[in-house]
């Protein structure tokens, strides 16, 4: 692994995977989860996740024209 940036708190190693691996200097111990991720976030080293847009409600119109598209013809 490469030593990529060292705090007063935290180690932070890059895999030959590309992913990154968080040490906490006072326990000597691997941090994992969502510590992880806000310790890469912080440091700058990832990107948040980008927003879904939300999906637009159906209007009042186009329910009417679904009823009407389900029921059978005569």
Same mark, same amino acid.
């Given at each position: 692994? %490469?030593?990529? +940036? $060292?705090?007063?708190?935290?180690?932070?190693?890059? +895999?030959?995977?590309?992913?990154? #691996?968080? +040490?906490?200097? $006072?326990?000597?111990?691997?941090?994992?989860?969502d510590? $992880?991720?806000?310790?890469?976030?912080? =440091?700058?080293?990832? =990107? !948040?996740?980008?927003? $879904?847009a !939300? %999906?637009? %409600?159906?209007?009042? %119109? #186009? &329910?009417?024209?679904? #009823?009407? #598209? &389900?029921?059978?013809a &005569?």
């Amino acid at each position: 692994m %490469e030593h990529v +940036k $060292k705090t007063d708190t935290h180690r932070i190693y890059k +895999k030959r995977s590309g992913r990154h #691996a968080v +040490k906490d200097m $006072k326990t000597k111990r691997w941090v994992n989860g969502d510590d $992880k991720a806000a310790i890469l976030l912080a =440091e700058g080293l990832i =990107e !948040p996740p980008k927003q $879904k847009a !939300p %999906e637009p %409600e159906p209007t009042a %119109e #186009a &329910e009417a024209g679904n #009823a009407d #598209a &389900e029921q059978p013809a &005569e």
